[in-house]
């Protein structure tokens, strides 16, 4: 277990951006950007990276559906050194237990419904919750003192 | 991302992919490129996927998508030089085990014969 | 002049920050990013990312007083080459007006005072605006095209 | 930022300066340094800013403050190697006639004695 508990020095950090898929980048960029007074691995970098693109492009395509004049509301955040990424979107939100799960046999081969599985997998924790007025808010936390240690056992 | 495509022996279709296979950027083009050759009457495609720098659940389902299309009619579709990260997404959702992968492009391209 | 008149694929992109110094650094390098698809030279980015820095620094400096608890607001876009940066912060607001000339000859060897005088060199148009509720609002503009012909002609 | 000190010809000091002058990282640093050498009675000091990567506009003001704090002692304060976007930064606030400014150190150091 780690012994180091440093606050984030940076506060939270709140972003929008309009529903197109190019600004994913931007908003992993950031995020990159607060991690960088962490002292994480790569690879755990690399899934929280690849975390925030699954629950953006979602937010994008299925809660905004691609419209531009809706945005998308990020809030990121390091306290105690557990991550927390917070997404919301304009859209109509959904029923998370009504989503397929991608590893049975008959979603298999389907082209589509990894996204939130994979959240699932990289992050510690991810909740779903519909905001007033429409909308789905998501949020993802990840404990980055425990991702140093797993590692460290790993290897 | 870039694709292009070169001719193996035995008419095998090496599709070397280069970049990114997300969300908007890539993962039509990719199945694009996989419909064409299928088009065309190729049964028999390796995809290079050392270049590739990202992909995600978008571009997975497109490889999927790929696969089942190419097996549909006839075809076999394998995979070359897999980064290891693509390996880990592939493998958390079980379909390491759909693809069959190569380190090695001969023995890849020779594995058609068989 | 230039005849390219390409809109951002971006949009607007909205950030805001807590109001500590370390975080001037995360909107620069968003700005960055957000600049990355425009092909200006490395000077010019230079001195878009310094006028940032003074806004952003006055907003959490003069504005919300270090104030952790107050945010900075800030806009960036680019449309039609014209990048747009808008900052916001929640404390007083004061008259431009009554700024002090940093090159007067009394205040030549002050040690401070020429945060806006940067801003108006290196950009084209820098705007305040005192909003509702407190706060000021500042908005700096920048024609991207035209930085690009400057340099041209110049070297 | 970081700062050292090192001692030249006739007891000229030397501050380098490594990184960030800028608005809480290094301002206020560069004060207490310059501040903690005039009380120590040096009276000629030249800052090397060849590895400044960036000032602003308080970076500028405290280094506007220190040249005041060691002219005010009968001291002498210049400046060595200065990069190109620090010496534009102190020319259009009309300051860069205010510092005596070498490209060469031991002409620098030199200079103090005349
Ligand atoms: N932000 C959202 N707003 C509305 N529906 C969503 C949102 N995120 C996910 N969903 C729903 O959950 C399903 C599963 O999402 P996901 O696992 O990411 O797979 P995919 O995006 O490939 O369909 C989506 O198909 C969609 O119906
Ligand atoms: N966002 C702001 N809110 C309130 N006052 C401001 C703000 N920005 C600037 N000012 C006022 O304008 C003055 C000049 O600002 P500036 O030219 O940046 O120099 P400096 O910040 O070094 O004082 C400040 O001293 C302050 O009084």
Not at chain 2, 23 to 41: C, F, H, M, P, S
Request: aromatic share 4%; hydrophobic share 35%; charged share 30%.
């Amino acid at each position: 277990m780690s012994s180091t508990k440093e606050s984030s020095a940076s506060g939270p950090v709140r972003m929008s951006l309009s529903s197109r898929f190019e600004n994913i980048e931007m908003a992993q960029h950031l995020c990159g950007k607060l991690l960088e007074g962490h002292e994480i691995p790569d690879e755990t970098r690399h899934w929280i990276l690849m975390a925030l693109r699954e629950v953006l492009a979602n937010a994008i395509k299925h809660g905004n559906a691609q419209d531009r004049g809706k945005r998308v509301h990020l809030e990121m955040d390091v306290t105690g050194e557990v991550l927390k990424i917070q997404v919301r979107d304009e859209g109509a939100g959904f029923d998370p237990d009504k989503v397929d799960d991608p590893l049975a046999p008959e979603n298999k081969f389907k082209t589509s419904g990894r996204g939130i599985f994979y959240m699932k997998t990289f992050m510690d924790d991810v909740r779903f919750q519909r905001v007033e007025g429409g909308g789905m808010e998501i949020v993802l936390t990840k404990n980055l003192a425990g991702a140093k240690d797993k590692e460290e056992k790993g290897s | 991302m870039k694709t292009s495509v070169r001719d193996g022996q035995g008419g095998v279709q090496i599709l070397d992919l280069k970049g990114k296979i997300t969300i908007g950027a890539g993962d039509v083009q990719l199945r694009e490129t996989i419909n064409k050759l299928v088009e065309d009457g190729k049964k028999n495609i390796l995809i290079n996927m050392q270049d590739v720098t990202t992909i995600d659940s978008s571009g997975i389902g497109e490889l999927v998508g790929c696969y089942t299309s190419v097996t549909n009619k006839g075809g076999k579709l394998k995979l070359l030089h897999l980064p290891p990260k693509i390996n880990d997404v592939l493998t958390v959702t079980q379909l390491i085990t759909v693809f069959d992968v190569y380190e090695s492009e001969p023995e890849a391209v020779a594995s058609f014969a068989g």
